[in-house]
C-alpha cells in the first residue's frame, strides 16, 4: 500500500512461515465449518450428551457381564455355558468351594478398599439424589471388581446394582473430566445410570422409569426426556452386540380380566406387599445381625458363598440372582412343592448374603421372590379350585406387585415387568395388583429398599433450604480465561478445543477484566487477517454484570433476565473485594438448580 | 455501522514519532466528537498500544481504542513518506490509521477492520507529488468500506 517507490514496502516477517501458516488456517477454516454444522449448546448440548452417556453406560454394562462370565468360567473351569449350565456340570466338592473362594476373594478386595482408599464410596444413588452427582472412581471401580467374583462365583445376590455403579462411576469421570456443572453431571449420571439398568434387563423404558421414579423422584419431562434418551441409546448400543431380546419372554401369557381375576389380582396385590413387607424387614435385620467387624467381612463373605453352594447341592437353581428361577417358572418347570421350597432358600440366602456385607444388588432377587410368590398363590388357588391353572400370568402380576411395595416404585414395577417379558395383555391385571400393593405400602408407611441411599448421606446443595443457597454452592470452577493480549486467533482456537458462550479476561494476577462472547466473534473466525490484529482486549466487554459468591439464587437470576438480549450466558463470580474471578455461573445450571430445590421443598 | 461524515488525512511532518502521531490525528477529530471523549480516546489508545503493538504489517499500523460516549465510528488517517518508528514493533509505519470505536461494538469493529486489512492488502501506494489526488482515492475507498 501506501509507501512512494523511495520507500519499497517492507518485507514481511511471517513469509517464511507463509506455508505453515496458511496450513493451520485451513485447519480452523475446517474445524470451524464442522463445528457451525454440528455444535450444539444449551438444551439440545444435554441430549447429545445424554445419547454419549447412554453409549457409554451401556457399554459399562456389557463389559461388566462380560467380566462376570470370565470370572465364572475361572472359578468353575467351565467355558461358554450359562451360570446354571456350569453348577449343573461341575463336581459337588466344586459347588460348595467356588461360591466360597469367590466370597472370599470378594471380601478381601473390599477390605483393601477400605483400607487403602482413602475416599468413602458413594452409591449412584446417593451420588444422584443427594449429592452433586460426582461419585468417586476409585472405590466404586473396586467394589464393582468386588461384586464381580461374588456374582460370578454364583453367590446368591443381584448384579444390578453393581452393573449400575460402574456406568454410572464412568459417567461421574467424564462429566468432571468435562468440568461439568452440579446440576449437569447429576443428570448425566443418572442418564447413565438408566442407560446401565436399560442394558441390564433389556428395558429401555423401564431403565429410564426406574431412574427417575425411584432416584429423583421426578416424572417431569425436563429430567424423564434426556434420561430416556440415555436408556434408548444404551437399547440401541445393546443391539448392536446381538443382545436385544426379552429376558423373560412370555408374550402369550394373557389372564382373562374378568371380575373374578380382578378381585385375585387384589388379593395377591395385598399379599405380595405384606410378603414385601417383611422381606423388607429381613433384609434389615439380617444387615443389622450379621454385618459384623470389618477385618472380618472376608471370612463372613467366604461362608455365605459355602452356604449357597451347600443349597446348590440339593437344586443348583439356587445360584445366582434368581434369574433362572424366573425363567424356569415362565417355561412352567415347576411343581409347587418345588417351587416353595425354593422361595424358602432363596428368601433365607438373599438375606444372608446380603446382610454380611455383599455388594450387590436385591432387584433381581426381589423379583424372583414376588414371581414365586405369584406362582404359590395360584398354584394353591388352583388346587383349591378358586382358580385356573395360569400360573405364568399369576407370576408376572405377583412379581410387579410384590417390587412396587419393595421398591415404592408403581410405575416402574409395570413397565418394568411388562417390558421384559413382552406381555402386553398383562398390563391391566398387574396394574390392579400394582396399585393395591403400593395402596398398602403407603398407608403402613413402607421405606423401599433404596430408602437409606436416598436418605442418608452426605447431603449436597439440593437438600438446603432456597433461601440458604449461594451462587457459590453451583459456581463451575476453571472458567476459561484469556489475558488482554492474548490474539483473536488464540481465542478462537480456545472455542474450538473448548466450546463456551463465554470467555474472561483477566490480568496476570487473576482479576477480571471483562468477558468475550462467542456469539460476537465466531462468523469472523475464518478471516486470518484478524487471527494476529485483534487481541483480547478489542473484544471484551467490560459492563457486563459480576456475580458475588455470597448473592443468592434469585438474585442471579434477575442479573440474568437484565442480560437477556446480550446473549451472555455465563456471567463471572468475582470475590468482591479483590475482583479475582472465582469461577462463573451457567444461566440453565442456575435454573436446573432452582427447579430442583424447588421441586424438593414442594414435595418435602 | 454509521457512517462517519468526516474522514481527516493529513501528510505527517517527517520529524513525527509516535506519540506525536497519535496526537495529530487526534487533533484532526476535534470536530466530530468532544474534548471529554477524544481525551478517553487518547487514554484507551495508548493504553491498547501498551498492551499489544497495533503496527500490522508492510508499514500499516492501527491504533485505536474502544470508548463508551461515542455513538459511531472515528477515523483519521495519516500519511508518512519517511515512516514514523512503532517501537514495539521496530518498524516503519507509513500508513496509520486511527480509529475510535464505540465499546459496545465487537461485530462491528471486526467488520471494520476485517475489511481496512484486505484493502489495505491491494491499495495503490500513496505518492507524494500526486498526494492530493491519492488522498481522494483512500478517502473515497474508505468511505466505501464504511458503509
Request: glycine letters at 16%; zero cysteines; aromatic letters at 6%.
Given at each position: 500500500m501506501p509507501h512512494s517507490d523511495e520507500h519499497p514496502k517492507p518485507k514481511s516477517v511471517e513469509k517464511k512461515g507463509g506455508v505453515l501458516r496458511r496450513q493451520s488456517y485451513q485447519w480452523l477454516k475446517t474445524a470451524l465449518e464442522l463445528r457451525k454444522r454440528f455444535f450444539v449448546t444449551g438444551r439440545p448440548a444435554l441430549y447429545v450428551w445424554a445419547v454419549f452417556v447412554g453409549v457409554v453406560g451401556a457399554l459399562c454394562a456389557i463389559f461388566f457381564e462380560h467380566a462376570v462370565d470370565w470370572v465364572q468360567n475361572l472359578l468353575?473351569?467351565?467355558?461358554?455355558?450359562?451360570q446354571l449350565e456350569a453348577f449343573v456340570d461341575i463336581p459337588d466338592w466344586r459347588r460348595v468351594a467356588v461360591p466360597a473362594v469367590g466370597g472370599l476373594i470378594a471380601g478381601l478386595i473390599l477390605l483393601f478398599t477400605h483400607r487403602f482408599v482413602p475416599h468413602r464410596a458413594t452409591e449412584y444413588m446417593e451420588a444422584i439424589s443427594l449429592g452433586d452427582g460426582y461419585v468417586p472412581p476409585k472405590p466404586s471401580l473396586l467394589r464393582s471388581l468386588s461384586a464381580v467374583f461374588t456374582i460370578g462365583s454364583g453367590t446368591a445376590i443381584g448384579r444390578e446394582g453393581p452393573l449400575i455403579q460402574t456406568a454410572a462411576a464412568a459417567a461421574s469421570a467424564i462429566g468432571c473430566r468435562c468440568h461439568l456443572s452440579a446440576p449437569r453431571l447429576r443428570l448425566m449420571v443418572a442418564c447413565a445410570a438408566a442407560a446401565g439398568m436399560s442394558a441390564a434387563f433389556h428395558t429401555p423404558l423401564a431403565g429410564g422409569f426406574f431412574i427417575c421414579e425411584i432416584i429423583m423422584g421426578a416424572l417431569t419431562v425436563e429430567i424423564l426426556a434426556p434420561i430416556l434418551v440415555s436408556s434408548c441409546a444404551g437399547y440401541l448400543t445393546l443391539s448392536f452386540f446381538g443382545e436385544q431380546t426379552p429376558i423373560y419372554p412370555a408374550g402369550s401369557v394373557f389372564l382373562n380380566t374378568d371380575t373374578y381375576v380382578v378381585l385375585c389380582c387384589v388379593l395377591l396385590g395385598v399379599i405380595a406387599s405384606l410378603a414385601a413387607r417383611a422381606w423388607l424387614w429381613m433384609l434389615k435385620y439380617a444387615r443389622a445381625k450379621l454385618n459384623g467387624r470389618r477385618h472380618w467381612l472376608p471370612v463372613r463373605m467366604a461362608l455365605a458363598g459355602a452356604l449357597v453352594g451347600a443349597v446348590a447341592l440339593w437344586n443348583p437353581e439356587i445360584v445366582g440372582n434368581g434369574a433362572h428361577m424366573i425363567r424356569g417358572l415362565v417355561d412352567s418347570h415347576y411343581g409347587l412343592s418345588d417351587g416353595s421350597l425354593l422361595l424358602l432358600c432363596k428368601v433365607l440366602l438373599v438375606a444372608i448374603v446380603f446382610g454380611v456385607g455383599t455388594v450387590g444388588g436385591v432387584l433381581t432377587p426381589s423379583l424372583t421372590i414376588g414371581c414365586m410368590l405369584g406362582f404359590i398363590f395360584n398354584s394353591l388357588m388352583f388346587r383349591w379350585g378358586?382358580?385356573?391353572?395360569q400360573t405364568v400370568a399369576y407370576a408376572l402380576v405377583g412379581m410387579a406387585a410384590f417390587f412396587t411395595t419393595a421398591a415404592s416404585a408403581p410405575l416402574t414395577s409395570i413397565i418394568l415387568v411388562i417390558e421384559f417379558?413382552?406381555?402386553?395383555?398383562?398390563i391391566f391385571p398387574t396394574a390392579v395388583a400394582v396399585l393395591v400393593s403400593y395402596c398398602m405400602a403407603r398407608f403402613f408407611k413402607v421405606e423401599s429398599m433404596y430408602h437409606d441411599s436416598l436418605v442418608f448421606g452426605k447431603k449436597s446443595v439440593f437438600e438446603k433450604p432456597m433461601w440458604e443457597v449461594r451462587l457459590s454452592d453451583i459456581v463451575r470452577k476453571l472458567p476459561p480465561c484469556v489475558h488482554p493480549k492474548d490474539t483473536f486467533g488464540t481465542i478462537v482456537s480456545m472455542l474450538l478445543r473448548a466450546p463456551s458462550q463465554v470467555i474472561f479476561v483477566v490480568n496476570t494476577e487473576g482479576k477480571y477484566i471483562g468477558s468475550i462472547i462467542a456469539r460476537d466473534i465466531l462468523e469472523f473466525a475464518r478471516n486470518k487477517d484478524l487471527a494476529d490484529a485483534v487481541i483480547a482486549l478489542d473484544l471484551v466487554h467490560c459492563d457486563l454484570p459480576v456475580l458475588h459468591p455470597e448473592m443468592t439464587l434469585p438474585s442471579a437470576v434477575g442479573v440474568f433476565a437484565s442480560q437477556q438480549d446480550r446473549g451472555a450466558e455465563s456471567l463471572p463470580q468475582v470475590?468482591?473485594?479483590?475482583?479475582?474471578?472465582l469461577g462463573f455461573v451457567n444461566k440453565t445450571d442456575l435454573y436446573l438448580a432452582m427447579s430442583e430445590i424447588m421441586r424438593r421443598e414442594k414435595v418435602g | 455501522m454509521k457512517q462517519t461524515p468526516r474522514i481527516p488525512i493529513i501528510l505527517l511532518p517527517e520529524s513525527s514519532d509516535q506519540n506525536s502521531t497519535i496526537d495529530v490525528l487526534l487533533a484532526t477529530l476535534e470536530g466530530e466528537a468532544s474534548a471529554e471523549v477524544l481525551g478517553h480516546l487518547k487514554t484507551e489508545v495508548f493504553a491498547r498500544e501498551t498492551t499489544?503493538?497495533?503496527?500490522?504489517?508492510?508499514g500499516l499500523a492501527i491504533p485505536h481504542g474502544r470508548i463508551p460516549g461515542l455513538n459511531h465510528v472515528l477515523l483519521a488517517v495519516g500519511v508518512s513518506a519517511p515512516g514514523i518508528l512503532w517501537p514495539e514493533a521496530g518498524q516503519d509505519a507509513h500508513l496509520i490509521i486511527l480509529l475510535g470505536v464505540p465499546s459496545s461494538m465487537v461485530a462491528g469493529y471486526l467488520v471494520l477492520m476485517q475489511r481496512l486489512l484486505r484493502w489495505y492488502k491491494d491499495a495503490p501506494a500513496i505518492r507524494p507529488d500526486h498526494f492530493e489526488e491519492d488522498i481522494q482515492q483512500v478517502r473515497s475507498a474508505i468511505l466505501t468500506l464504511l458503509a
Open positions: 468353575t473351569g467351565t467355558d461358554g455355558i450359562g378358586f382358580m385356573e391353572n417379558t413382552m406381555a402386553g395383555h398383562m470475590d468482591a473485594l479483590s475482583g479475582e474471578l | 499489544s503493538s497495533t503496527y500490522l504489517d508492510n
